[in-house]
């Protein structure tokens, strides 16, 4: 599919990506661009790149395909440094948690979009990150979301398709604001939760006598509460009114559920679990 | 450590203690009580139980220790139904996940806690129920709450703790007050979130579509979501003053983490979640 894959950002998701592709026989040369060089060297030592650069503009010279890997909070200075930089006929595409963002910030930087830019989110990861946690089974039977803008072009997106499919994902399509509120509720707003429950509860008088009485599952459920902090800044930031509207709908419903407990109106309650176990039942497993 | 050991209510949690006490060689004989007859006999079938009776003041004649493990909303109707039938040398105690309650349901039908009393609590479960979904293991290096009371003799203490380290459990003894408000934080509450979160999607606007989104940190998160609604709205109840103090300091919590994110304040926001991962990182895993 491409002579030559390159990445900006050779972490989790990035080194994942990178380990797919080779597996998957789909480009012949993989660069990687970062400013870490120790990563990158570590990434050259695992066989995840084959070379690379910690210079944008001299990295992209040659490319081909570039995938943006970078927390959304770098993307800004990303794109300012692929201006006028990335080759006219390269394909574009991003990983980031959040489109809207995104696409925004490409706007602002690049003053229109690139027929060669196709925005993109695999929905998949794991609470590590960096290239040593890289893995190529990463993206297998996860679900990539594409959300193409009106300005990208089809070949573009066929490709960018083609780059995903061969990881062993199911990519889909969706319009950038549609992704941002099925992100918001199934992914950002669970993460916020489990970092306020569990603040909520390191702070409290009890300290750290209350975590050792916390069982399976509270466990399970606050996991997602080690993933990597500035990360989830940069997606609260970047996703911030669909993930308000989540919150003030969960908020609402949190008052409902304590104005039942409030008047002991068990009837209330076990009509709302019982909603929610049949939901979870039926889609989750 | 017992002739006989007296189960009422043999589901996950009181089928697991039956098979976990057989293991230990702790009692010759244990018996079964409950109201959903199948369920019994699925208990004798399983080897979990020698014998069975659907009768209460019946089936405790001969008991020399008996094991209350029905919902906390059942609890007070079985305290009904032993009053002036339980052997006066006989042990008391129940695996109540609110132990405030059980208490209070006790003193009201009794009038006096008994000397033979112990309250405890298991912290373990799973999200299946019934005598099926039982196994010795359940308890093995899980915690087991006590929480004597005044009246509790010591040697009722003793051996309520004996039976519970032959499950291979660590026990630990606590007030009443204090338990209820670990679990409330603990357990309690991340249930209700949990609840809340899946009912808030599958009401959205997107029903079904959302949750094909879903990745691993939500399934993990809202894995506690399939349980039991009945046990859930009765711990809700039972437990309600502390689960109302948790939810209002977490509702805090949440609206802060709202107002950083309507405020565009990146800083607080890695703040929280930082410090919220450092907990987790250091207490859970």
């Known amino acids: 599919v491409f002579e030559r894959l390159?990445?900006?950002?050779v972490g989790l998701i990035g080194g994942s990506l990178a380990r797919a592709a080779r597996r998957a026989g789909v480009c012949r040369e993989i660069v990687g661009i970062g400013r870490d060089e120790k990563q990158l060297q570590k990434g050259i030592e695992l066989g995840v790149i084959d070379r690379y650069s910690t210079d944008i503009a001299a990295g992209v010279a040659d490319a081909e395909c570039v995938v943006v890997a970078v927390p959304l909070g770098a993307m800004h200075s990303v794109?300012?440094?692929?201006?006028?930089?990335?080759?006219e006929a390269a394909l574009l595409t991003d990983v980031g948690s959040a489109k809207g963002s995104v696409v925004e910030d490409l706007r602002a930087v690049f003053g229109e979009i690139p027929t060669g830019f196709v925005p993109g989110h695999?929905?998949?990861?794991?609470?590590?990150s960096g290239v040593e946690a890289s893995f190529a089974e990463l993206f297998e039977q996860r679900r990539v979301i594409l959300t193409p803008l009106p300005e990208s072009g089809s070949e573009a997106v066929d490709k960018v398709r083609a780059l995903w499919e061969s990881t062993g994902?199911?990519?889909?399509?969706?319009?950038?604001?549609?992704?941002?509120?099925?992100?918001a509720a199934?992914?950002?707003?669970?993460?916020?939760?489990?970092?306020?429950?569990?603040?909520?509860?390191?702070?409290?008088?009890?300290?750290e006598?209350?975590?050792?009485?916390?069982?399976?599952?509270?466990?399970?459920?606050?996991?997602?509460?080690?993933?990597?902090?500035?990360?989830?800044?940069d997606i609260s930031l970047a996703n911030r009114d669909a993930i308000l509207t989540m919150l003030k709908r969960f908020s609402d419903d949190l008052d409902e559920l304590a104005r039942a407990i409030k008047e002991?109106?068990?009837?209330?309650?076990l009509e709302i679990f019982s909603r929610a176990k049949a939901a979870r039942d039926r889609y989750c497993e």
Do not use: C, N
């Not at 390159?6 to 950002?9: D, F, H, L, R, S």
């Not at 199934?186 to 300290?207: F, W």
């Not at 509460?225 to 800044?233: I, K, L, N």
């Open 186 to 207: 199934t992914s950002h707003l669970p993460h916020l939760l489990a970092y306020a429950l569990v603040d909520a509860l390191a702070r409290g008088e009890q300290g």
């Open 6 to 9: 390159t990445i900006i950002g």
């Open 169 to 183: 994902a199911e990519v889909v399509e969706m319009e950038v604001a549609h992704h941002d509120e099925i992100l």
């Open 122 to 128: 695999p929905i998949a990861g794991t609470e590590q």
């Open 79 to 87: 794109f300012q440094q692929l201006k006028g930089k990335l080759p």
């Open 209 to 233: 006598e209350i975590f050792r009485y916390a069982a399976g599952g509270f466990r399970d459920f606050s996991r997602i509460a080690s993933s990597h902090p500035v990360m989830w800044r």
């Open 264 to 269: 002991g109106d068990g009837d209330r309650l």
